[in-house]
């Protein structure tokens, strides 16, 4: 058997690079294919690196003109510019939000889930709801302070509602924002007292710059409450949130993110067609309130 095949290798050899005795030109198109080869794999293995670097994001408005009569101003006279510019948005109904949310809210790491607020769970978009383990619509602004329900308007307004558990909802309730007290046995990370609520430290400044908008938005000249801030707790019905103060140190301790980038991309370009102007503009919120 061995005598047999001494000749395979040289067999495989010449098979391999064309046959016993190619031509030059043979050579030259063997080389040149090759060559092509090697040039392509090269630019795949680069093109597959390139492909796994993070593309910038690109915004979706041009903020320079959407804000254009804002800039310069501040005070009650850049509030006043804000709040002409972030009127006048498409409304949605009550039941839309819930659709809104599952695109707001998406989980980018499952696009089948939403991403609570509270407690930073991804939970199913199916499981909206009322019942325990379901997540419901948490007014960010506490719709009792106002007391503007869930009409259109500032109750359906999807820049201050959030996907939340349902009893961590419920034990929020209608309280004002402010440091301190216990920590939540279902939100870790979440503290409260009787009179106020401390969320988790990743969305303290996406909590402050939601009752920013309802402040500047909602200024009583269109029907709804004159919605202000004020540095208190337990306002109770009252139109306040507080509490100011508190609001504005989280809105340095947790700067803006690219998913409220996102969230604010998607409210304007898919649903309302207004922007929360301090994600876009964090330093709006110390000229407006010293």
């Keep these: 058997m061995t005598k047999k095949l001494w000749f395979l290798p040289f067999v495989c050899t010449l ?11 043979a050579s030259v198109q063997a080389d040149n294919s090759l060559n092509s080869r090697l040039v392509s794999a090269s630019a795949g293995f680069k093109n597959i690196f390139l492909s796994a670097a993070p593309a910038p994001a690109a915004p979706s408005a041009d903020t320079d003109t959407y804000y254009e009569t804002a800039e310069g101003k501040s005070g009650e006279v850049l509030k006043s510019a804000l709040h002409r510019i972030i009127s006048g948005h498409t409304m949605l109904s009550y039941s839309e939000v819930w659709t809104a949310l599952k695109e707001t809210d998406e989980d980018p790491a499952n ?72 920590e939540h046995p279902k939100a870790p990370g979440n503290y409260y007292d009787g009179d106020s609520w401390e969320p ?62 996102r969230r604010n991309d998607i409210i304007y370009d898919q649903f309302q067609h207004n922007r929360n102007p301090f994600i876009d503009h964090p330093e709006w919120a110390d000229e407006i309130w010293p």
């Design 15 to 25: 098979l391999i690079f064309g046959g016993f005795a190619p031509s030059a030109s």
């Design 111 to 182: 696009p089948n889930n939403v991403i609570l607020l509270y407690t930073n769970e991804s939970r199913a978009k199916s499981l909206n709801g009322g019942s325990v383990g379901d997540w419901n619509r948490e007014h960010v602004w506490a719709k009792s302070h106002g007391g503007f329900g869930t009409s259109k308007g500032p109750g359906t307004d999807i820049h201050h509602l959030r996907p939340a558990d349902v009893q961590v909802n419920s034990a929020r309730g209608n309280m004002d924002f402010d440091n301190g007290g216990s």
């Design 200 to 261: 988790r430290d990743e969305v303290k400044g996406d909590v402050a710059r939601m009752l920013f908008y309802m402040a500047v938005r909602y200024e009583g000249d269109d029907g709804y409450p004159d919605l202000e801030l004020n540095d208190k707790t337990g306002n109770g019905s009252s139109p306040y949130h507080g509490k100011q103060s508190v609001l504005l140190e989280w809105n340095k301790q947790d700067p803006v993110d690219d998913s409220e980038r």
